[in-house]
């Protein structure tokens, strides 16, 4: 079983509308949960990290369940320029090394 | 503030031959990390230096590969002799470090990688 799993998409939904990702991961010991953008060909960036409480961003949710080893991200009105791909990142413990998903492929169309 | 750098950004070999890449981490960041990234998958670590010491290396193919960061700011990644199967883009990234304390402290900056093919 991967450590970090995620749906490969590809989603492919129109400007305006709200998209939702998941991921679930393997160690309950895990510590600290982000999601990460990496547009084509390019580096990743940290989009936000994910708290136990839900936390927002402008057009961006996160969510946590750790009952569930569960996290999501919900993008609300979506823009052309969130097409990306959204990588699941989950920090095991104190050193910071970081266990990333494979990514889940975004499409926003006009 | 200047990004993470990495050179060469794309390199070409033939299985066999041997690679090195290069890494200047942001100014004042004690962590380094070097990442390889196969097409379709997420970036997978390969090795953590802490200024100069390394904190861990447990998934480097250490019979080809090696790293190494003398002076605690530059680095370098080598793989001799490369497979087929290196082929990938290798990312290096950086952070303030372990001791900074507090999540945003820790956050990974990603240079632009170096896309290498084995042919």
């Known amino acids: 079983r991967k450590e970090v799993e995620q749906d490969p998409g590809p989603f492919n939904v129109p400007e305006g509308a709200t998209v939702a990702f998941n991921c679930t991961y393997s160690?309950?010991?895990?510590?600290?949960f982000f999601w990460y953008r990496q547009d084509c060909r390019k580096e990743p960036k940290l989009l936000m990290s994910?708290?136990?409480s839900g936390n927002e961003d402008g057009r961006f949710t996160a969510q946590l369940n750790r009952a569930s080893q569960y996290i999501s991200l919900l993008i609300r009105d979506s823009k052309l320029s969130d097409s990306a791909t959204y990588l699941c990142?989950?920090?095991?413990?104190?050193?910071?090394?970081?266990?990333f998903g494979s990514g889940t492929r975004l499409l926003v169309r006009p | 503030e200047a990004g993470v750098a990495q050179s060469p950004r794309y390199k070409i070999i033939e299985k066999r031959q041997s690679v090195a890449f290069w890494c200047n981490p942001i100014?004042?960041?004690?962590?380094l990390y070097w990442y390889q990234q196969i097409l379709g998958q997420g970036p997978k670590l390969l090795i953590q230096?802490?200024?100069?010491?390394?904190?861990?290396d447990s998934q480097l193919p250490k019979d080809r590969f090696s790293a190494e960061r003398l002076k605690g700011v530059d680095s370098t990644l080598k793989i001799q002799p490369a497979k087929l199967e290196d082929s990938a883009v290798y990312l290096c990234?950086?952070?303030?470090?372990?001791?900074?304390?507090?999540?945003?402290?820790?956050?990974?900056?990603f240079g632009p990688g170096t896309r290498l093919t084995v042919l």
């Open positions: 230096f802490q200024n100069n010491g390394v904190v861990d």
């Open positions: 990142v989950v920090n095991l413990d104190s050193s910071y090394k970081l266990i």
């Open positions: 100014s004042g960041h004690a962590t």
């Open positions: 990234a950086s952070s303030y470090g372990l001791r900074a304390g507090g999540r945003r402290y820790n956050e990974q900056f």
């Open positions: 160690n309950s010991a895990s510590q600290s």
């Open positions: 994910v708290y136990s």
